[in-house]
């Protein structure tokens, strides 16, 4: 079974960084095509980062240069690094796991509030 935990969300102000965590247990996480959304109130959810393979990410035009999404296999785990914060980013954000397309894991979100 293949489980999907998101942490390090919370309040931080314009300017500041936050880095999100997604531990992920079960599956094969090598094979796994990691990536970040996320969700604004009333918005639909949009990409933030996505691995593409494992060398190319894909970033919404809003985050390139201020995101950026790292992972580390033997901890199964993957990183979203926000840098430069701005209000808009602020949403709910989701970790997800791609096994090549047949396949989609979610978690269950983390609240990024930025606010002075």
């Known amino acids: 079974q293949v489980q999907l935990v998101e942490s390090g969300g919370g309040l931080v102000q314009p300017g500041g960084s936050l880095r999100l965590s997604c531990a992920v247990s079960?599956?094969?996480?090598?094979?796994?095509?990691m990536g970040w959304y996320r969700q604004a109130p009333g918005k639909q959810r949009e990409l933030v980062a996505q691995?593409?393979?494992?060398?190319?990410?894909t970033y919404a035009d809003s985050v390139k240069g201020r995101f950026t999404i790292s992972r580390d296999n033997a901890k199964k785990t993957m990183y979203l690094q926000m840098n430069s914060l701005k209000p808009e980013d602020t949403a709910v954000y989701y970790c997800?796991?791609?096994?090549?397309?047949?396949?989609?894991?979610w978690g269950q979100g983390t609240q990024v509030t930025v606010s002075s």
């Open positions: 997800n796991a791609k096994w090549g397309i047949s396949r989609e894991y």
């Open positions: 079960g599956g094969i996480f090598r094979m796994f095509r």
């Open positions: 691995e593409r393979s494992s060398d190319t990410t």
